[in-house]
Nanobody, 127 residues
Framework: QVRLVETGGGSVQAGGSLRLSCAAR????????LGWFRQAPGEEREGVAC????????YYPDSVKDRFTISHDNAQSTVYLQMNNLKPEDTAMYYC????????????????????WGQGTQVTVSS
């Protein structure tokens, strides 16, 4: 079974930081692309970061690439999203997602490429 559980959301002031965690129970015989996505009310779901469980390149959209960092702890089977210099426009529900693949690419920022999703954790940034 594949299960994803996000924690670490909360309310912060603009310029602050948050570290989101996603405990990922993955199938032992597969490698996965792991992604972080966000969705604000009335907006489309947006990819903010992705990484492969085997290592390699990470991907970010221009809106966050100088502020957000994705990482993966293989020993703890956890994917993290470090968010620095947060802005009010970062306010959204944040989700982690997993897709069994042998490699990653820029497509990993597309929500419709993922089969497994967590329930989300809310991030609110006040001005």
């Amino acid at each position: 079974q594949v299960r994803l559980v996000e924690t670490g959301g909360g309310s912060v002031q603009a310029g602050g930081s948050l570290r989101l965690s996603c405990a990922a129970r993955l199938h032992g015989t597969n490698t996965y692309v792991l992604g972080w996505f966000r969705q604000a009310p009335g907006e489309e779901r947006e990819g903010v970061a992705c990484i492969h469980t085997g290592g390699g390149s990470t991907y970010y959209p221009d809106s966050v690439k100088d502020r957000f960092t994705i990482s993966h702890d293989n020993a703890q089977s956890t994917v993290y999203l470090q968010m620095n210099n947060l802005k009010p426009e970062d306010t959204a529900m944040y989700y982690c997602a997993a897709e069994p693949r042998a490699y990653s690419g820029t497509w990993c920022l597309l929500p419709n490429r993922y089969n497994y999703w967590g329930q989300g954790t809310q991030v609110t940034v006040s001005s």
